[in-house]
C-alpha cells in the first residue's frame, strides 16, 4: 500500500490513508466521447473503502455513482482518462490497479467472476430475458465456484431461498418477464452473492423491495459483512437504508464527491449545502403531512458543458458570489476531524 | 388528521372492483402443459373515491401491478367486476367490455409505469411520445397538436423546445415528466401510479411527488399509487390498502393504517421502514416462516404461518375484508381485539438549516 501512498503527493485529492482498504479510488476521471460532444462523467473521484465495511454512495441522479461502480468493474463504456483504482483482495498483501488491466483480459475476468461483483441498477438489462433466471445463476456459479452440475442447482434454488423468495424451484424455472419486479431484483442479488466477493458493489440493489424483503437482503449482506469480511459500496438514493446500513457516506455531485463522513456526522452535522438540501427533501413519517415537500431549486446542468467554480453555485443558496463562481474549491478537512471533508468555501 | 387535505375529494366512488382475479397458468415439463395457476390477485375488494389518492402497499411479488394492469384491462381478468363510473357513459363494469368498447373508456383511465428508462420508446421523440395518445385516439392534430404537446410538457416542468428531442438526452426524472404529460394528454379521470418516484433520486422524487399533487388538485384528478417506500406513500395517500399475497388484508385511511394498524401483517411491514436516523439503527424481526407461494397458498389466512397472533381457527378460515368502523377495512380474524404496533414519529432528527447567503468578496483571489 505504500507505493499508493507515495504518488498521492500530486494529487488534489486527500487521501484518508489505512492499511487495511480493501479498494482505495484515487482521482478517478472518467469521459464519454459522444457525437454531440464530450461528457464528463466523473472529474476526480477519490474514496476508499476498509475491510468489512459498506460505504454508501449518494447523490443527485447522473451524479456519475453508476459510472464509479462500473469503472471498478472495468464495465463502463466511458474512458478512463487519468487516476487509479486500487484493490486488495482477500488475504493477499498484492495491490493492484485495475484500470492497468486488460477489460477483458484472464486478469479482470477472474477478479471480476471471484473478488468483485455487483449488483446492476437495471435488472431488466442484465438479465439475459431468453433464459431461465435459474440457468444464468448455475452458469454464474459453474463458471466461478464448482463444476459440479447437479451441486450449481443446488446452490442455485439456496441462493433464491436466501434472498426470500417464495418456491425457488418455481422462480428458478421461470423467465425474468415471468417475475415481479422486485423478484428480478433479488434473482440479480442472488446472482452477485453467489461468489463470496471480497468486494460488493450494490447499485441500488432494493429499489424494487418492498421494506420487508429489503430487510431481509440487507441482512443478508450483513451476514457476508460479518462472516466473510466483504466490503461493500452501496449506492442507493435511500436515506433510510443509508442510515440503517453504511459505516461512512460519500456524497457526490456532478463527478465528484463533495463531502464524506462517517454516518453519523452526514445526518448530525452534514456541512455541504447540497448535503444539507438532500437531507431536507426526504418525507418524514408523521410530519408535515399535506404539505409540499422541500426539493432543490434548479436542475443539474446538462453534461455536455463545465461550469465554472464551484459546480453546485448555481443552485447553492448559500454561494459566495465572486468567490464560488470562480474558484474550484479543493476537498478539505473540517476543523477539527481527521475523518469529515468537504468541497465547500464555506469552510475554508 | 387531516382529512380536508384536498379540496376535489368527495364521498363519490369512481373505481369499484369486487372480487378481482388474475391467474396465470405455470406451464412445465417438456410439452409445456399447464400444471397450475399463480394466484397472483386472488379476490380483492376496494374502492377509490373521486379526486382521492389511494395507496397500494405490500410485499413484492404479492399482486400490486398486475392489480394495476387487470384494472386498465392491459391484462384481461380470471375474474371479478371492475366498475368505472364513466364521465361520459357512465358506470361500467370494465371486466366485461369487448376490446371495441374499451377504446371509449381508455382515454379516461392511464398509467404511469415505474422506470422511467424503459418505458419510453427511444426511437420516438419527446414530442411524438406525448403526443401518441391523441393521435391514436384522433383528439387533435397538426397545429392543434403540436399546441396541446407543447402545453402539456410545461405543465410537467419541460421546456416545449424539447419536444424535438429524444428520451435518452433527459435524466431519469425528467423521463418520468415527459410520462406523467403523456399520461395526461387524454384528460384521464384516473391514474394508476406503478412506483412512479421508485427509480429517482430524494431531490427530484420530491419535486416529481409535488407534480403530481399539483396535476390533483388542478384536474381532479384520482391515484391509485404503488409504492414501496411507506413514508411516499404516507405522505401522498388520502388511504391506503396493503396487499398480501394477492388479497388485500387491510385498508383505512392514512392516519389509521399508519399509527392504528389493525392487521398484524401491517403491524411487520411499518417495523420494517428503515429510519433514516443512523442513532437508530433497528433490525426488524424477520417474519418467521417462508414467502407463501401464490401458486400454493396456505389454508385459512394465508398470514397464518407467518403471523405471531395464530390462532386454530386462523389453520381453517380465510378471513373475510371487514369494514371494522369508520371505514377501516381488515381481514383478520381478531381485529378488535389485538393491539397492535403503529409507526413513531419521526421527528427527533434535527432538520438542519441552509446556511445562509454570504456577503460578496471583493475580488476573486485564488485559493488559499
Ligand atoms: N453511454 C453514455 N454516453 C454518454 N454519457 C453517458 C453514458 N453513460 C453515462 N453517461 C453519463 O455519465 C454521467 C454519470 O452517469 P451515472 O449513470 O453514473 O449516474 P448515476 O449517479 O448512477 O445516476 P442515477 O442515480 O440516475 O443512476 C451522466 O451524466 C450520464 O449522462
Ligand atoms: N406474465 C406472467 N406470467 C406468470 N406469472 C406472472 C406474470 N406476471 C406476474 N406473474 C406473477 O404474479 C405474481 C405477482 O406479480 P406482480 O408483478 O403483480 O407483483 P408486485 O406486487 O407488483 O411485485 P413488485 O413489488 O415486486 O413489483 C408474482 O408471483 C409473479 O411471478
Ligand atoms: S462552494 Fe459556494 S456554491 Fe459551492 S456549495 Fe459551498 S457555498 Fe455553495
Ligand atoms: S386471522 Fe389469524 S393468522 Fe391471520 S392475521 Fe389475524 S391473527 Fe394472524
Ligand atoms: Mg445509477
Ligand atoms: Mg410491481
Known amino acids: 500500500m505504500t507505493n499508493a501512498a507515495a504518488t498521492g503527493t500530486e494529487r488534489t485529492n486527500i487521501q484518508i490513508v489505512s492499511e487495511d482498504d480493501v479498494v482505495r479510488v484515487e482521482d478517478l476521471r472518467l469521459s464519454f466521447y459522444t457525437s454531440l460532444g464530450v461528457v464528463r462523467a466523473l472529474n476526480g473521484v477519490s474514496f476508499n473503502i476498509p475491510r468489512g465495511k459498506v460505504l454508501g454512495v449518494v447523490g443527485e441522479s447522473g451524479c456519475g455513482k453508476s459510472q464509479t461502480g462500473l469503472a471498478i468493474m472495468q464495465l463502463t463504456f466511458g474512458r478512463i482518462e487519468e487516476g487509479r483504482i486500487l484493490f486488495r483482495e482477500f488475504n493477499t498483501s498484492e495491490v493492484i490497479d485495475i484500470t492497468k488491466l486488460e477489460k477483458n483480459g484472464p486478469e479482470m475476468r477472474r477478479i471480476r467472476g471471484n473478488h468483485i461483483s455487483m449488483i446492476f441498477q437495471e435488472p431488466m ?51 425474468p418477464h415471468q417475475l415481479s419486479g422486485g423478484m428480478r431484483q433479488r434473482a440479480m442479488i442472488a446472482m452477485a452473492l453467489s461468489c463470496n466477493p471480497t468486494l460488493l458493489i450494490a447499485d441500488e440493489p432494493t429499489t424494487a423491495l418492498d421494506v420487508t424483503t429489503e430487510a431481509q437482503i440487507l441482512d443478508l449482506m450483513r451476514d457476508l459483512q460479518h ?39 452526514i445526518f448530525y452535522d452534514p456541512k455541504h449545502p447540497y448535503t444539507i438540501s438532500l437531507l431536507r427533501s426526504i418525507p418524514r413519517l408523521g410530519i408535515a403531512r399535506g404539505q409540499k415537500l422541500e426539493s432543490i431549486k434548479g436542475t443539474v446542468p446538462d453534461p455536455y458543458s463545465t461550469v465554472p467554480g464551484c459546480p453546485f453555485h448555481p443552485r447553492c443558496p448559500a454561494a459566495i458570489p465572486g468567490l464560488c463562481d470562480t474558484v474550484m474549491p479543493e476537498e478539505i478537512f473540517i476543523a477539527g476531524s481527521q475523518t469529515h471533508t468537504v468541497r465547500c468555501h464555506l469552510y475554508t | 388528521m387531516d382529512t380536508a387535505k384536498k379540496n376535489g375529494r368527495s364521498d363519490e366512488i369512481l373505481l369499484e372492483v369486487r372480487g378481482l382475479k388474475k391467474h396465470f397458468p405455470i406451464h412445465s415439463g ?15 375488494d376496494f374502492y377509490i373515491k373521486k379526486g382521492e389518492t389511494l395507496g397500494l402497499v405490500g410485499e413484492s411479488g404479492c399482486g400490486k401491478s398486475t392489480t394495476g394492469r387487470t384494472i386498465l384491462r392491459l391484462l384481461d381478468p380470471t375474474a371479478g367486476e371492475i366498475i368505472f363510473d364513466d364521465p361520459n357513459i357512465g358506470k361500467v363494469d370494465l371486466a366485461k367490455l369487448s376490446r371495441a368498447q374499451l377504446k371509449r373508456v381508455r382515454p379516461n383511465m392511464q398509467i404511469i409505469f415505474q422506470d422511467p428508462f424503459s418505458s419510453l420508446n427511444p426511437r420516438l421523440t419527446v414530442g411524438q411520445i406525448v403526443g401518441e395518445p391523441l393521435e391514436i385516439q384522433k383528439a387533435a392534430s397538426g397545429q392543434a397538436l403540436r399546441d396541446r404537446v407543447a402545453e402539456l410538457l410545461q405543465e410537467v416542468g419541460i421546456r416545449p423546445e424539447n419536444m424535438t428531442r429524444y428520451p435518452h438526452a433527459f435524466s431519469g426524472g425528467q423521463r418520468q415528466r415527459i410520462g406523467i404529460a403523456r399520461a395526461l394528454a387524454l384528460n384521464p379521470k384516473l391514474i ?13 422524487q420530491a419535486q416529481v411527488l409535488n407534480l403530481l399533487e399539483d396535476l390533483q388538485e388542478k384536474y381532479n384528478l384520482t391515484y391509485l399509487f404503488i409504492a414501496h417506500d411507506l413514508s411516499v406513500v404516507e405522505h401522498i395517500s388520502d388511504r391506503v390498502a396493503v396487499m398480501y399475497v394477492g388479497y388485500i388484508v387491510e385498508m383505512a385511511s392514512t392516519e389509521d393504517l399508519y399509527y392504528h394498524p389493525k392487521h398484524p401483517y401491517t403491524e411487520a411491514l411499518l417495523a420494517a421502514i428503515p429510519k433514516p436516523d443512523p442513532r437508530k439503527r433497528t433490525r426488524p424481526i424477520k417474519l418467521p416462516g417462508d414467502v ?14 407467518r403471523c405471531r397472533y395464530a390462532e386454530d381457527i386462523c389453520k381453517v378460515e380465510r378471513p373475510p375484508l371487514r369494514d371494522i368502523g369508520g371505514e377501516h377495512w381488515v381481514a383478520c380474524h381478531f381485529a378488535e381485539r389485538l393491539q397492535l404496533q403503529g409507526v413513531t414519529r419521526l421527528n427527533e432528527i434535527p432538520l438542519i438549516e441552509l446556511p445562509k447567503r454570504q456577503a460578496p468578496v471583493p475580488a476573486a483571489s485564488p485559493a488559499s
Do not use: W
Open chain 1, 125 to 175: 438489462t442484465s438479465l439475459n430475458p431468453c433464459y431461465t433466471v435459474g440457468h444464468q445463476i448455475e452458469e454464474a456459479i459453474l463458471l466461478h465456484q464448482t463444476r459440479d452440475k447437479a451441486e450449481a442447482r443446488r446452490r442455485t434454488v439456496d441462493i433464491l431461498r436466501k434472498v426470500g423468495m417464495p418456491n425457488p424451484e418455481r422462480i428458478a424455472d421461470s423467465y
Open chain 1, 227 to 265: 462472516e466473510i469480511g466483504t466490503s461493500i459500496m452501496f449506492i442507493t438514493h435511500n436515506m433510510g437504508v443509508v442510515a440503517q446500513m453504511c459505516d461512512e457516506v460519500a456524497v457526490m455531485y456532478l463527478g465528484r464527491v463533495i463531502e464524506r463522513a462517517a454516518v453519523d456526522d
Open chain 2, 30 to 44: 417438456f410439452l409445456r402443459r399447464v400444471t397450475g395457476y399463480v394466484k397472483a390477485v386472488d379476490g380483492i
Open chain 2, 192 to 204: 394508476v401510479c406503478d412506483e412512479p418516484v421508485s427509480a429517482l433520486d430524494v431531490s427530484i
Open chain 2, 292 to 305: 407463501p407461494n401464490p401458486a400454493n397458498p396456505p389454508s385459512g389466512c394465508y398470514f397464518h404461518p
